[in-house]
């Protein structure tokens, strides 16, 4: 499992206040928090006006770490790649199916042979209510893709996670859209989300356990990669737990047999856990709203 920090990003404006102001410490600070992490995600969004060549200032400060280049200006993560050493370990984020972009990263991809990051989505259709939708866009840009001769292995399909709280069946969708993408490619490709999306505007205080628990979700789905928030430290340990099958807790065994459930095509009714423990019932309500078998409110918890 590949895991890419997501704490740089210009949607927070103490974010955009330090990259405009060129605040090395408070960036460096960043970096520190993202060390448990493989890579970390640099969104500057369109890097224009006063982030203009932004990364050029950036990547110094951002040091040996894995990069993923995340933009809306191609031609800033053009810049970005060209500044490190490492572009063929590099994510290129993302492409859509819309044209014009999907040919300049493809292109970006193939001369760097960087990792590619392709959502499920375009201008046209925004994102598709299901995850055949969903396939018939990956579809299209995986062609794309092949006719330019880019190894399966370097692209990552991203099925696009939404707030639970907001579009509650789309999360199962997304789920489906992994195991979809890993069923239908040979050589396999690989698979992404933004993590975080899936508690965007929950109660805050929900909001690990959601994340921690469709991660275990879609990580019994295929789940290649995710771009998380670093400073969750369990969520890490549960990833890493979960890749060596090294369960610590009662509580370890269960996230296990849920990971395995989706990957099994069984059951959330079937799975076994201690109804006197707290946590572990709290693990079960998320995975039940998660997959739409229990409708989400503020306080699913205590229901």
């Not at 990259?19 to 600070?29: A, H, P, Q, S, Y």
């Not at 203009?52 to 951002?62: A, G, H, N, R, Y």
């Not at 925004?126 to 995986?142: C, L, N, S, V």
Request: proline content about 4%.
């Amino acid at each position: 499992m590949i895991l890419i920090g997501e704490n740089i990003h210009i949607i927070s404006k103490k974010v955009r206040e330090a990259l405009e102001n060129k605040d090395e410490n408070f960036v460096k600070n960043l970096v520190k928090i993202q060390e448990n992490v493989e890579y970390i995600d640099l969104n500057v969004g369109p890097a224009r006006g006063k982030l203009d060549k932004i990364f050029e200032w950036l990547c110094p400060v951002v040091g040996d770490k894995n990069i993923s280049f995340d933009s809306t200006n191609p031609e800033a993560i053009a810049q970005g790649l060209n500044l490190v050493k490492n572009p063929q370990n590099c994510f290129i984020n993302s492409t859509t199916k819309d044209p014009d972009r999907l040919e300049r990263l493809t292109d970006l991809a193939l001369e760097f042979n960087s990792n590619l990051i392709c959502l499920a989505m375009s201008k046209e259709s925004g994102i598709p209510k299901t995850a055949d939708g969903r396939m018939e866009i990956i579809f299209e840009i995986f062609e794309k893709c092949e006719s330019k001769g880019i190894k399966n292995d370097k692209l990552f399909f991203d099925p696009l996670v939404l707030p639970v709280c907001v579009e509650q069946s789309q999360g199962v969708e997304a789920l489906n859209t992994i195991q979809m993408v890993k069923e239908s490619f040979t050589p396999p490709v690989k698979t992404i989300i933004g993590l975080s999306n899936i508690s965007n505007g929950a109660n805050p205080q929900l909001r690990p356990l959601l994340n921690r628990v469709y991660g275990v979700l879609a990580f019994g789905a295929g789940l290649d990669a995710a771009i998380i928030d670093a400073k969750d430290t369990e969520l890490i340990r549960i990833f890493n737990m979960l890749e060596k099958n090294s369960p610590q807790s009662k509580e370890d065994e269960l996230l296990i047999r849920l990971s395995d459930m989706i990957s099994e095509f069984g059951e959330l009714e079937e799975i076994r856990f201690d109804k006197n423990s707290v946590e572990q019932q709290n693990i079960i309500k998320a995975a039940g709203v998660l997959l739409n078998k229990k409708i989400y409110s503020d306080s699913f918890t205590q229901v």
